[in-house]
C-alpha cells in the first residue's frame, strides 16, 4: 500500500491512525448500523412515518433551513464589513465571531431561552410591541439556529473575500461597470460557492443541533420537538429500537449532507482555479 | 519645472465614476456596518453580557455560594477529568494522522481524510447514543461488563468515551493542511544532515507547526468542557456523580435554580472568552512569524 | 570520492522518470546535469543523496555501495532549490544542525561547533549575518546559508538542486563564478541540476545531458558543444540552424556549402558563428537577404531569409560587431552564405 519513501515513521503513524479512528469513531458508530438490522423494513416505517416522528422532521428541516438562509445574509454582510471597511472595535468583533463556536451550547441555550421568554429582555420588548412570541415556539429554535450558524457562513466567505482580486473590479469598472453592477456580476458570482457551502455547512449544524435548540423550543410535540430530542425521549423510554430507526436515518441524512459539502467545495476549489 | 507641461488635467467625470465603481457609496458602507454591528450584538455581545448579569443577579455572595456548591464542585472536577483525559489522546493522535496523511502517498489518503471528519457531522446526541448501544445495559457489552461489574454508561468512562468520539478531529484538522503546505523540504534537509527521524520532528516539523498545534488543543479543550449533547445522553444525570459543568447548567436551570445555572454557565462562558483571546493572540503570532 | 551510477531505473505509477542511467563521476569534478524540466535530473539527484528510492540499479559513492542506506546515514550534502533553511533558527544553528545531530559520541563539544561553524560562515562571506533569521536574508545570501549549511557535516559528495534557479539574474551570475571557485578550493565532488544551458557551460567541469530518463550525452562543456553526439543536445546546447534535406531546396544547400563530401545524415545543424556573409552586388549570385539584426553585446546577429523557392524560417549568423560594421550591411541587402561547419543527425 505505502509507497516507498525515505521520511521515517509510515508504519507506526498510519498505524496508529488507523487503529484509533477505528476503535474511537467506526467501530462505536458502526453500532448503529448493525443495531438497526434488528429492525424489520416494516418495523422501521412505521417508526418514521408515525406523525410524532415526521413532524419532527418537518420542524428541525424548516427551522435549519430557515437559521441557515438568515445566517446566509447577515453573515455575509458581517464578512463583507469585516473585510472591506475598517472601524473601531473591529478586531474585537472579528474575534466575536467565533463565539458560537467556543461557547458551549448548554450556555448558549439558557441564555437565549432567558432573553426571549415572555419575561425576558428582548422577550417583553417583542411581545408588547408586536405581539410577538419566540421562546417555546418553532422560531425559538430558528432564533438559537442562528446563534450556532453565524460563523459557519462568516468563516467560509472571509477568506474568499479576503483573497478576492480587486484587479476584477477594476477591470470591471474600467471596462463602464457600476458600482452594482460591479459587485453583481463580479464580485457575487465569485463569492456564492464559498457562501453557499457556508449555508450547507450551518444547515448540516442545524439538523442535529441539541443543546442550545433544547431551553428555548418549549418541545411541545408536534410542535416545537426537533428530531434529536426525540431520539433522547425515546431512549428515555427504553425505546432503543424507536431510537436507532431515527437516529439511523439522521445520520444517514448527514452523511448525504457531507457528502454535498464535499462536492461543494470540490467544486470552490475547481472554479477558483485551486485543482 | 516644464514637466508640469506636460502633465494632463485630472479627467475629472471618468475618474470619479471609476472611484464609485470601486468604493461603496457612504450610505450603503454604513447602513451595513450598522446591520452587521447590531446583527452580532444582538446574538452575540447581549448573550455574552447576560451571562455575567444573571449570574451576579442576586449578588456576588450568592454567586459565590453557587459555585462552591459541592455539586458544582464535582462537576469541575469531572469536567477537568474528562478534558484530562481526551485532550491528550486526541493531540497524540492528531499529531500521527497529520504525519501520516500529509508525509505520504497512498491509497485510500483522501478517504481516511474524510472518516477523520466524520465525528463534525454527527449529531451530539447521536454520538452520546452509540455508546448506550455499545455498553448500555441492554447494549452489546452490557451483560458482559455487568458480570465484571464495570459500569461505563451513567459513569465517568462513558463520558470520557463520548467526548473523544466528538473531539477526535479537532487538532488532526488543523495540522493537515498546515502540514500539507509548507512541504516536507526542511524535514529532507534535516534528514540529509543526518538527523534521526525523532530528532527531525522534535527540532524541524514541531517547531514549525506548533501554533496550529496550541490553537487545535485549545478548540478540542473548549469541546472537551463544553461539550452538552453527547455527554448527556450517556451521563444519566447523577448529581455530584456524573454531571459535567454543562450538564450542572441544565439541572439547575430546570430546577429554577437561576443563579446557580448561570454560575456555572459563567465559568464555561469565561472558558469560552479565554480560548478566543488565545486564539487571536495565536493568530496574531502566526502571520507575525 | 567517486560517484558511480549503474543501472537506475525509477518510475512513478506508469511514468518512466529514469531509464536505466549508467553514469560515473570521478573524484573531485563539478558535474552539471541539464536537461528540460520533467527530464528526470533532480530524481536522479535525489537517488544519489537518498531522498528517493531507485526501482531498479546502484549507487556506489566512493567503492561503497549505497544504494538501500538512509539519506540520514549516506554523509552527502544537499542544497535544496528553495534552499529549506530552517525557518524557526538562526543562520548561526542552521548551520550547526547536522554537527548538533550526530550522535553522541561523534558530536563535536559546543566549542568546536562554534569554531567550525564560524569558519564556514567565514567561508561563505556572511558570519556577520549568524543571528539573523532566515526570513531575514536576500535569496542569494540564503543559497550561501544553504550550502554552509550543507558543508558543515563534511560530506563526501555535495548535492545541489537548481541552485541559481530562485536568484535574480545578476545575483545568479555573480554566484556561478562564487560556486565554481569555492569548489575549486575544496574539491568535493559536486553534482548540481540545472535547466540553464549556459549555467552548465560556465560552471560545470562536466555536463551530462538528460532528456526524457535518459543520458544524451555526458562530456566536457566543450566536448558537448564542439561534438553533440545527436541532434537533441546540439539543439538544446546553444542556438542551432536546422536544415533538413527533405524539405530544403538541395541546390541552395550546395550553394552555401552545408552538403559536401562528408555530409553523413539528412539533418544538418549549423551553429550560427559558423556562417561566413559576404556582401553580394547583384541578386543573381545572392544566397539570402537580411531580415533584421540585434545587439548581443560584442556580437551581432543577424536574422537572414533564404532567397530560394520555398517559403521557410529565417536563420541566424552571429558575427562580431567590428566585422558588421565593416560590411556596412543595411536591412533588406542581399548577402552570400558560406556555411563553416555543419552537424549531420539522421
Known amino acids: 500500500m505505502s509507497h516507498k519513501s525515505v521520511m521515517p515513521g509510515f508504519r507506526p503513524t498510519i498505524g496508529l491512525t488507523v487503529l484509533y479512528l477505528g476503535l474511537v469513531v467506526l467501530i462505536p458508530l458502526s453500532t448503529l448500523v448493525f443495531e438497526s438490522f434488528k429492525l424489520s423494513w416494516d418495523d422501521y416505517v412505521h417508526i418514521i412515518t408515525s406523525k410524532r416522528v415526521l413532524s419532527s422532521f418537518q420542524v428541525s428541516f424548516f427551522a435549519a433551513l430557515i437559521a441557515a438562509a438568515v445566517a446566509s445574509v447577515f453573515g455575509f454582510i458581517t464578512a463583507w464589513v469585516l473585510v472591506r471597511y475598517s472601524f473601531f472595535g473591529k478586531n474585537i468583533f472579528h474575534a466575536l465571531i467565533d463565539l458560537p463556536f467556543a461557547l458551549p451550547t448548554a450556555v448558549a441555550g439558557i441564555v437565549l431561552a432567558t432573553i426571549f421568554q415572555p419575561s425576558g429582555f428582548l422577550g417583553r420588548l417583542l411581545n408588547e410591541f408586536f405581539g410577538l412570541q419566540i421562546a417555546f415556539k418553532p422560531i425559538g429554535i430558528v432564533i438559537a439556529l442562528i446563534f450556532i450558524s453565524i460563523p459557519f457562513v462568516v468563516r467560509t466567505v472571509e477568506p474568499v473575500l479576503l483573497e478576492f482580486e480587486s484587479a476584477m473590479e477594476e477591470a470591471g469598472a474600467s471596462l463602464g461597470a457600476t458600482r452594482l453592477q460591479v459587485f453583481t456580476k463580479i464580485i457575487f458570482p465569485n463569492i456564492s460557492p464559498a457562501l453557499l457551502t457556508g449555508f450547507a455547512l450551518a444547515f448540516a449544524r442545524g439538523v442535529g443541533e441539541y443543546g442550545s435548540v433544547i431551553f428555548i423550543a418549549g418541545n411541545i410535540p408536534y410542535v416545537s420537538e426537533i428530531v434529536p430530542l426525540l431520539i433522547v425521549i425515546k431512549l428515555e423510554q427504553y425505546d432503543i429500537q424507536g431510537a436507532t430507526a431515527i437516529a439511523l436515518t439522521m445520520l444517514v441524512i448527514s452523511f448525504l449532507l457531507l457528502l454535498i459539502i464535499n462536492l461543494l467545495q470540490f467544486w470552490v476549489r475547481k472554479r477558483s482555479g485551486q485543482l | ?289 | 570520492m567517486s560517484i558511480i551510477l549503474s543501472d537506475i531505473s525509477k518510475n512513478f505509477g506508469s511514468f518512466a522518470a529514469l531509464h536505466n542511467i549508467n553514469l560515473e563521476v570521478p573524484e573531485g569534478e563539478l558535474v552539471a546535469l541539464l536537461g528540460p524540466s520533467g527530464c528526470g535530473k533532480t530524481t536522479l539527484l535525489r537517488i544519489i543523496a537518498g531522498l528517493e528510492h531507485t526501482d531498479q540499479g546502484s549507487v556506489i559513492i566512493n567503492g561503497e555501495n549505497k544504494t538501500s542506506q538512509n539519506v540520514s546515514q549516506r554523509g552527502i550534502g544537499f542544497v535544496f532549490q528553495h534552499y529549506a533553511l530552517f525557518r524557526h533558527m538562526t543562520v548561526f544553528e542552521n548551520v550547526a544542525f547536522g554537527l548538533r545531530v550526530k550522535p553522541r559520541h561523534t558530536r563535536p563539544s559546543n566549542e568546536i561547533i562554534k569554531k567550525k561553524v564560524h569558519a564556514l560562515l567565514d567561508l561563505v562571506q556572511l558570519d556577520w549575518l549568524h543571528d539573523r533569521y532566515p526570513d531575514q536574508l536576500s535569496g542569494g545570501q540564503r543559497q550561501r546559508i544553504a550550502l554552509a549549511r550543507a558543508l558543515a557535516v563534511e560530506p563526501s559528495v555535495l548535492l545541489l538542486d537548481e541552485p541559481f534557479g530562485a536568484l535574480d539574474a545578476s545575483v545568479r551570475k555573480d554566484l556561478r563564478l562564487w560556486l565554481r571557485n569555492l569548489h575549486h578550493d575544496l574539491n568535493v565532488t559536486s553534482i548540481f541540476v540545472t535547466h540553464d544551458q549556459e549555467e552548465a557551460m560556465e560552471v560545470a567541469s562536466q555536463v551530462v545531458v538528460l532528456n526524457h530518463g535518459h543520458i544524451e550525452q555526458q562530456g566536457s562543456p566543450s566536448e558537448i558543444y564542439d561534438n553533440p553526439t545527436n541532434a537533441f543536445v546540439s539543439r538544446f546546447i546553444g542556438q542551432t540552424n536546422v536544415f533538413d534535406l527533405d524539405e530544403h531546396d538541395n541546390e541552395w544547400l550546395r550553394n552555401v556549402g552545408i552538403i559536401n563530401a562528408n555530409s553523413t545524415g539528412r539533418i544538418a545543424h549549423v551553429r550560427p558563428h559558423d556562417i561566413l556573409i559576404e556582401k553580394s552586388e547583384s541578386h543573381q549570385d545572392a544566397t539570402a537577404t537580411l531580415k533584421d539584426w540585434q545587439h548581443l553585446g560584442a556580437l551581432i546577429r543577424l536574422e537572414l531569409v533564404k532567397n530560394d523557392h520555398h517559403a521557410s524560417k529565417s536563420l541566424f549568423a552571429e558575427m562580431p560587431k567590428e566585422q558588421f560594421k565593416a560590411l556596412a550591411l543595411k536591412i533588406g541587402d542581399v548577402v552570400k552564405l558560406k556555411i563553416r561547419h555543419a552537424h549531420w543527425f539522421h
Open chain 2, 1 to 289: 519645472m516644464n514637466t508640469h507641461s506636460i502633465s494632463h488635467p485630472p479627467a475629472k467625470g471618468h475618474g470619479a465614476k471609476q472611484q464609485q465603481a470601486l468604493q461603496d457609496p457612504n450610505w450603503v458602507r454604513w447602513s451595513l456596518i450598522a446591520i452587521a454591528l447590531g446583527f452580532i450584538t444582538l446574538f452575540i455581545c447581549l448573550p455574552l453580557g447576560l451571562v455575567i448579569y444573571q449570574a451576579l443577579s442576586k449578588g456576588i455572595e450568592a454567586y459565590w455560594t453557587a459555585l462552591t456548591q459541592a455539586d458544582t464542585l464535582a462537576a469541575i472536577r469531572l469536567t477537568l477529568l474528562v478534558a484530562i483525559v481526551t485532550v491528550p489522546l486526541n493531540t497524540l493522535f492528531g499529531i500521527t494522522a497529520a504525519w501520516a496523511i500529509t508525509r505520504f502517498e497512498f491509497k485510500g489518503k483522501s478517504f481516511l481524510t474524510t472518516l477523520i471528519d466524520l465525528p463534525f457531522s454527527v449529531s451530539p446526541v447521536i454520538s452520546g447514543f452509540i455508546f448506550v448501544l455499545l455498553f448500555g445495559a441492554e447494549g452489546w457489552f452490557g451483560k458482559l461488563l455487568a458480570t465484571y461489574d464495570i459500569k461505563i454508561i451513567f459513569s465517568a468512562p462513558g463520558i470520557i468515551l463520548a467526548t473523544l468520539f466528538v473531539t477526535f478531529p479537532f487538532v488532526a484538522r488543523q495540522l493537515i493542511p498546515l502540514m500539507q503546505e509548507m512541504g516536507h523540504q526542511e524535514e529532507e534537509a534535516a534528514l540529509s544532515l543526518g538527523a534521526s527521524g525523532w530528532k527531525t520532528f522534535y527540532s524541524v516539523t514541531l517547531p514549525n507547526i506548533k501554533w496550529a498545534l496550541l490553537y487545535g488543543v485549545l478548540l478540542c479543550n473548549a469541546r472537551a468542557m463544553g461539550e452538552f449533547g453527547a455527554v448527556s445522553v450517556v451521563s444519566g444525570h447523577i448529581r455530584g456523580l456524573t454531571n459535567t459543568l454543562p450538564l450542572n447548567v441544565e439541572v439547575n436551570y430546570n430546577d429554577y435554580d437561576v443563579v446557580g445555572a448561570f454560575a456555572s454557565a459563567s465559568i464555561l462562558a469565561g472558558l469560552a472568552i479565554v480560548t478566543l483571546v488565545l486564539k487571536t493572540l495565536l493568530e496574531w503570532k502566526q502571520t507575525s512569524r
